[in-house]
């Protein structure tokens, strides 16, 4: 059996640590090539003791001195990158098999873009690559011939679904979405939140910025978007259903009536690890679900009033061309903003909107036409923070 190598993007974040949890119990049959994170050098540094990869990698240049001495102190004998240009460089390496691309937002676009053109497999967790730009993504898949295996839980769940189901046609994506922790409030409540409340995620253990996603719905706005290029089924097809126990991760129709799901306990290391090892399934100790104890299973519409962004992923979808890229860029910074505290829970959705409505549409937008909207898209939203 031929051993996998692994690029791992974002190897710090949540998705990476779990992806290192996954590969530290098959060692037979994955190994760590390259890491790369963002900022945090401490637990780069710890990873690279631990795994020993070939190329270590630091997206922010500013800190690449203190990393190299970090490691020369724990005896790291390997390359030692930092910058974009080097995590695009890093990707295509000719050992490498897998890149799991598990950036956090807009920073993912390139490297998986290079990393597809390499024909690289994508394990794809950074769903915001396809939001802002998946008609090139899968463009270039088909031309490299490239796999792109999703991570997300409700994609993988979607994709398991389909196995086997090649040639018959899908009449509807059932997406499952928890309802993030604010599921119950009216909109009284939601204004007044905080980032503290919303990082309470009732299921999922995730990065911050994708917990307030989750509590904003916008993750789930993302995920119709994400569903429509993986799959490609039409938004329309794609129906979202509130589903508080996270169990059924997501189900697909078909055209006979039948719907075929994929549950469990909620726990990502399932569906990385399917993404790597498909199309075998490794035998693992995860937390099984228990239905006897969970005993219902709820579902529910979602409420657009309450949560606009999942109407505003649509809409950026059904005029096309460049507004995902916009309406991804101006979350960016709503997020940040009210992370940060510089702006309410719900002034997220209001950012949002304008910016859609203000920044310059683009039909048929080549790849630094996305550069350049995602650029004007933050400018206007940043300017709406700060009340302008
Ligand atoms: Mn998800």
Not at 236 to 241: A, C, G, N, P, Y
Request: proline share 5%; glycine share 6%.
């Amino acid at each position: 059996m031929k051993v996998k190598k692994l690029a791992i993007l974002g190897s710090t974040g949540s998705i990476g640590t779990q992806t290192l949890d996954v590969v530290r119990r098959h060692p037979d049959r994955y190994e760590v090539y390259a890491i790369c994170a963002h900022r945090s050098v401490d637990k780069l540094t710890e990873q690279a003791r631990a795994f020993h990869p070939e190329v270590v990698c630091i997206a922010d240049e500013s800190l690449y001195d203190e990393l190299s001495r970090q490691l020369s102190a724990v005896n790291y004998q390997g390359k030692v990158w930092a910058g974009t240009d080097a995590i695009a460089e890093m990707v295509t390496m000719p050992s490498i098999d897998v890149v799991v691309a598990a950036m956090v937002g807009y920073a993912g676009l390139r490297p998986t873009i290079e990393a597809i053109k390499a024909s690289k497999t994508i394990a794809l967790a950074n769903k915001e690559t396809l939001v802002v730009a998946g008609e090139i993504i899968c463009r270039l898949a088909m031309e490299h011939h490239t796999p792109i295996l999703p991570v997300d839980s409700e994609h993988s769940a979607i994709f398991q679904s389909l196995v086997g189901e090649d040639k018959n046609e899908i009449e509807k994506i059932l997406l499952t979405a928890s309802g993030g922790p604010f599921r119950t409030f009216t909109l009284e409540q939601m204004a007044n939140v905080t980032a503290a409340d919303a990082l309470k995620h009732p299921n999922w253990d995730m990065g911050a910025k994708i917990t307030i996603d989750s509590a904003s719905m916008m993750n789930k706005g993302f995920e119709v978007i994400e569903a429509k290029w993986l799959f490609g089924v039409p938004v329309e097809k794609i129906q979202v259903l509130v589903h508080p126990q996270s169990i059924v991760h997501s189900a697909v129709q078909f055209t006979d009536g039948a719907i075929k799901a994929q549950l469990g306990a909620p726990d990502m290391r399932l569906p990385i690890q399917y993404a790597l090892s498909f199309p075998e399934r490794l035998a693992a100790d995860f937390p099984r679900a228990d239905l006897f104890a969970l005993g219902n299973l709820t579902f529910e519409e979602p409420d657009m009033k309450r949560f606009p962004n999942l109407g505003l992923a649509y809409e950026a979808m059904r005029r096309g061309g460049n507004m995902p890229c916009v309406l991804n860029a101006a979350n960016e910074v709503a997020n940040l903003a009210f992370r940060e505290g510089r702006c309410g829970f719900l002034q997220m959705s209001k950012i949002i909107s304008d910016t859609m409505a203000k920044a310059p549409f683009i039909a048929q937008p080549t790849y630094e036409d996305y550069v350049a909207s995602d650029a004007e898209a933050r400018r206007i939203a940043e300017r709406m923070v700060n009340g302008k």
